[in-house]
């Protein structure tokens, strides 16, 4: 199992930008599907984006196309995920998800503790 600590969240305007990151521990974390998620006060958790472990194929949320970019570093052992053109919307706590086999909570394999994101007017 890879165990994950994000950081990078913060307090931020709208139309501002974040970027965050997820250190991972653990000798499997290239072979793993990285992602991330977010929940926001009173709502389920829920995906925002995915890539694949060579780094190609990242995948998306409609909800954030054309505004966030999920990239990794293997040699690094990280994930990243730039956010631009930040919503109040957006406000949630984001997660770091491993070994991901779909975009549903139960299809991910480990989780970071998160990393607030608070986007304001």
């Known amino acids: 199992q890879v165990q994950l600590v994000e950081s990078g969240g913060g307090l931020v305007q709208a139309g501002g930008s974040l970027r965050l990151s997820c250190a991972a521990s653990g000798r499997s974390f290239s072979t793993y599907a990285m992602g991330w998620f977010r929940q926001a006060p009173g709502k389920e958790r829920e995906f925002v984006a995915a890539?694949?472990?060579?780094?190609?194929?990242?995948y998306y949320a409609d909800f954030v196309k054309g505004r966030f970019n999920i990239s990794r570093d293997n040699a690094k052992n990280a994930l990243y995920l730039q956010m631009n053109s930040l919503k109040p919307e957006d406000t949630a706590l984001y997660y770091c998800?491993?070994?991901?086999?779909?975009?549903?909570?139960?299809?991910?394999?480990?989780w970071g503790q998160g990393t607030q994101v608070t986007v304001s007017l």
């Open positions: 998800a491993a070994d991901l086999h779909g975009t549903s909570v139960a299809d991910v394999g480990s």
């Open positions: 890539i694949s472990w060579s780094g190609t194929s990242p």
